[in-house]
């Protein structure tokens, strides 16, 4: 058969609709046009070298990635200007960091000078100049070095290694992107920001060029975005979007879908259908029926979802089928081999994840 609609699908189904997903990427590109910033598009979302050319056709300057396995798909892809915005530790991920470096200009990001040593063996014995960020942590409380002196001790270090090429600094404001309140979001995006442009106002002031300042998720974009000083955006959950975004991003649209089937209506009031938590995750909360009123979510277990019918006047039997917004994009992504990418309700092409379970 050959398929025509999205409805037509076997499911569950992760569905892209292109309309919107291409909305998403241009709205981005309009927002840092007239911004000293740059856009480096975070690929933990999408893990799709298809949606990273994309951002790149539309401005972005390369891509961020959150492991050597995803970078090795995009480089794969022919994408040269990767960061890897994560600690590559130990010897096996070094060396293969250092296979990468062979055909890409990748960058890492550093925070340990031990590290640092060990990435500048490699490099120098293979004769490669390695990129690297320094990490800051600007207050999330993740990786990163102290900003301010102990940023300067390091990049000093640093700058000294041969095989590395020092660029800058990175730090994720991750504490703030998803502040409800806008008004406490800008605040928290700015003091964070505040530590990043100052550490590098430091390391200036004492003689090192720092190139690149890199921060900046989708709940920040435009407060990071605009702030002076930072040179690129790393925001990737705008593209496709997910239930918990919207919450609190909705001048982006709802891109991705995961289509189910209705199994069972074992009651007027309780539907279950096949998109369970193999399909769905449900790290940020419940998916969100989509366009599908009078149904709300009770819980998922592997292959199950069940939902409540708060309408008794819902219709829906077995073999209808229904569609979710997930809650979290990138994890429930990560779940799928594949988009369906859809056009108006047509299907119009599937587009493989390559990066899916790349999580080495
Ligand atoms: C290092 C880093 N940069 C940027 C982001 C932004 O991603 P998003 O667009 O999903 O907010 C993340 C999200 O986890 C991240 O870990």
Redesign the pocket.
Known sequence: MILQTKWQLDTPALCLDLDLLEANVQRMAAFLADKPAALRP?T??HKCPTIAWMQIHAGAIGV?C?KVGEAEVMARAGIRDILI?NQVVGEDKIARLMGLAAYSDVMVAIEDLANARALSEAAAARGIALRVLLEVDVGMGRCGVAPGQATLDLAREVCALPGLRFEGLMG?E?HA?MIPDMAERTAAAHRAMGLLVGSRDLLVENGIEVAIVSG????TYAITGAYEGLTEI?????ATMDAKYLTIRSEFLPALTVLATVISRPAPDRIVTDAGLKAMTKDFGWPEPFQAPGVTVRGLSEEHGTLDVTDPGVALRPGDKLRFIPNHG?TTINLHDRFHVVRDGALVDVWPILGRGRAQ
């Open positions: 975070h933990k979302t961020t959150a915005a994720y991750g992107v900046g998720g989708t709940g790393q925001a990737g959950s705008y990138c």
